[in-house]
Nanobody
Framework: VQLVESGGGLVQPGGSLRLSCAAS????????MSWYRQAPGKERELVAG????????NYGDSVKGRFTISRDNTKNTVYLQMNSLQPEDTAVYYC?????????WGQGTQVTVSS
């Protein structure tokens, strides 16, 4: 199982970024996928999840209405569109898949929101 995140970077408050997570080593279309984030000094938190049939679920309260999770099962990729970014969104963003009760994580991509 391999998950590779990309798309992070430095953005000004109010800006947007689109993160991608390319998956391999398992049958992507069968599994629920999720995005998490971890800010410095804080615990890792769930941002959003999406079912194998592309139904978004589990948006965190702090991102509802601003972030959108989606996936493309033909490309084995899950996305996180982030709009109206704020400094408190600064974190390392990770994608995750759980297979047979084991969680697999990518290496993460840094998102920094600052003027």
């Amino acid at each position: 199982v391999q998950l590779v995140e990309s798309g992070g970077g430095l953005v000004q408050p109010g800006g947007s970024l689109r993160l991608s997570c390319a998956a391999s080593g398992f049958t992507f279309s069968r599994y629920f996928m999720s995005w998490y984030r971890q800010a410095p000094g804080k615990e890792r938190e769930l941002v959003a999840g999406i079912t194998n049939l592309s139904v978004p679920t589990n948006y965190g309260d702090s991102v509802k209405g601003r972030f959108t999770i989606s996936r493309d099962n033909t490309k084995n990729t899950v996305y996180l569109q982030m709009n109206s970014l704020q400094p408190e969104d600064t974190a390392v963003y990770y994608c995750k898949v759980a297979i047979m009760s084991r969680g697999y994580w990518g290496q993460g991509t840094q998102v920094t929101v600052s003027s």
